[in-house]
């Protein structure tokens, strides 16, 4: 069993920034890859971007260059820096892992509004 804790949601005016955060429970070395999803409402859950065990990152076309994926394996946590945020980013976001088993789990979720 793996847990997975985001934070770091909020309201930010658009053009603002924001940095989410997931925690796990366990190390992240034993997950292929993690990610960040989001779900706005009446739409379905979509990719924002994800990070693999070796390091390599993939990014929504909506978010490339805007957003940027990072780990810290000491804190086993995940990042995701959100920058140049508009209105069209507001969902829940949820962070996602994969183990090398293929076993999915993931967070709660955080609300993310950009508006002024």
């Known amino acids: 069993q793996v847990q997975l804790v985001e934070s770091g949601g909020g309201l930010v005016q658009p053009g603002g920034s924001l940095r989410l955060a997931c925690a796990a429970s366990?190390?992240?070395?034993?997950?292929?890859?993690m990610g960040w999803y989001r779900q706005a409402p009446g739409k379905q859950r979509e990719l924002v971007a994800t990070i693999t065990n070796g390091g390599s990152t993939n990014y929504a076309d909506s978010v490339k260059d805007r957003f940027t994926i990072s780990k810290d394996n000491a804190k086993n946590t995940v990042y995701l820096e959100m920058n140049s945020l508009k209105p069209e980013d507001t969902a829940v976001y949820y962070c996602?892992?994969?183990?090398?088993?293929?076993?999915?789990?993931w967070g709660q979720g955080t609300q993310v509004t950009v508006s002024s």
């Open positions: 366990r190390s992240i070395f034993s997950m292929f890859v």
């Open positions: 996602q892992c994969r183990m090398f088993t293929n076993l999915i789990y």
